[in-house]
């Protein structure tokens, strides 16, 4: 079985749902549908969310009016008979006054989650009204019956596939299985989300319990690029990634995959392929655990990054050091990019400001600090293992006319980043693609 998501541009409108009924059933072989909000639902969620914390229910209410005659336009446009209308009709309006229901009440974060669930509820089950209405063997399997997160607000993995085996083994012989993504319960029962990858992480965990054959990731681009298609002429698709090649690229500023969301299919050993609603026929990206040696991939680019350089004399040598830098920022919640030392200092990039002001206050107890903003760090990915004899060279070779503010190499078998002015982004994205790929 294959696990397909779509995201909320994928079912932004009632045609984009035709289509994706259409990819669904085209092998005509079982498949398990996650589906995301339709987009710019989840913003009208959060920002009655935003109204209710104000204690602006008139707002809130005027948002929640908007939306539903949004979503009953999309109803005409959707269905073609009377039942399948009046059947997703008296749902909708359920569902709409339950949202009106929140205006009457104090309004906490826990709310909040259960008002933003709404969204993929909405999605999914007109969805699968418009799949019974022409006939497909659909079913709709709510994601907070087996989506949990632990205490740790991590997803329970033995719980999920428990759950989930059992709720398929009642539901055997179905065309289609369809769940919502990004939502589940926590440890405690309410209504929560995933957070990190949101409904791409719902299909790798679910592909992972089911031991699917592949994961399916649809989206409006055609896979990952080897460079940044905004800002770059002449990218490319990437065909095949390793796993932890595509988490870098994800991490550093691929915005079309969350860096940890594939990690269950990483575990389980399923290759997961991203691929186009807007061009079904394109080859995409497949992603899995095989790895091409000695080739470089793709660079990607992550904007907005602080450089903090501490410079002490009393470093050299001084067991503990590096331990109290990094416990600062550790107490600040502030993760560390990038990090190179010296024998007097010690350089490190965040892309979190929240708080700089104290970070930087406690770290002059240990030396004079530097602080450079504006800066962005340029990844590029590949099978790039200190074997492999010249890939450095080819990189600095691009790099060779633009200021460099830190290099790192060597914590990764799959990376070289670099540190520069976001000012020189650009032109050093254009030169790699130049040297690296278009040559």
Request: aromatic share 8%; net charge negative; glycine share 6%.
């Amino acid at each position: 079985m294959k696990v397909m998501k779509f995201g909320g541009t994928s079912v932004g409108t009632p045609q984009r749902m035709k289509e994706v009924t259409n990819l669904v059933t085209k092998s005509g072989e079982p498949v398990f549908v996650v589906l995301s909000a339709m987009s710019g639902t989840t913003n009208s969620l959060v920002e009655i969310s935003d109204y209710l914390y104000k204690k602006n229910p008139d707002g809130a209410n005027e948002v929640i009016n908007r939306l539903e005659a949004k979503y009953m336009k999309h109803v005409e446009e959707l269905y073609s008979t009377a039942e399948a209308k009046q059947t997703t009709t008296d749902f909708l309006k359920d569902e709409f006054n339950y949202l009106r229901s929140f205006t009457k009440e104090i309004f906490t974060s826990f709310e909040e989650k259960a008002i933003v669930a709404q969204g993929e509820m909405m999605s999914t089950n007109m969805v699968v009204n418009y799949m019974k209405e022409q006939g497909i063997n659909a079913v709709l399997l709510n994601a907070l019956d087996f989506m949990r997160t632990d205490k740790n607000a991590e997803p329970d993995l033995v719980y999920i596939k428990e759950k989930l085996q059992a709720i398929m083994q009642e539901n055997e012989g179905r065309q289609v299985y369809i769940t919502q993504g990004f939502i589940c319960r926590n440890a405690y029962g309410e209504v929560d989300n995933l957070q990190r990858g949101g409904s791409d992480y719902t299909a790798s965990l679910i592909g992972a319990a089911l031991n699917a054959d592949e994961i399916q990731i649809w989206t409006d681009i055609d896979g990952m690029h080897n460079n940044d298609p905004r800002v770059v002429e002449k990218t490319q698709p990437v065909h095949q990634l390793q796993f932890e090649e595509a988490a870098e690229l994800a991490y550093f500023g691929a915005k079309i995959l969350h860096p940890t969301c594939v990690q269950p299919a990483k575990y389980a050993g399923i290759p997961v392929r991203l691929l186009n609603t807007m061009d079904p026929d394109a080859e995409g990206t497949t992603i899995s655990n095989k790895t091409e040696y000695g080739k470089i991939k793709a660079v990607a680019a992550k904007d907005n990054i602080i450089a903090i350089k501490i410079k002490s004399s009393r470093m050299l040598l001084a067991t503990g050091f590096l331990r109290k830098v990094f416990e600062i920022f550790e107490s600040y919640q502030t993760p560390i990019d990038m990090v190179c030392t010296s024998e007097v200092g010690v350089s490190m990039s965040i892309d979190n400001s929240a708080h700089l002001g104290e970070i930087v206050d406690e770290l002059k107890k240990y030396g004079t600090v530097t602080v450079d903003t504006g800066m962005c760090i340029i990844c590029v990915v590949g099978d790039l293992d200190w074997s492999n004899i010249g890939f450095e060279t080819q990189v600095m070779e691009a790099l060779k006319s633009i200021p460099v503010r830190m290099i790192s190499y060597g914590g990764s078998n799959y990376n070289i980043s670099f540190l520069i002015k976001e000012e020189d982004k650009k032109r050093t994205l254009q030169s790699l693609s130049n040297t690296l790929f278009n040559d």
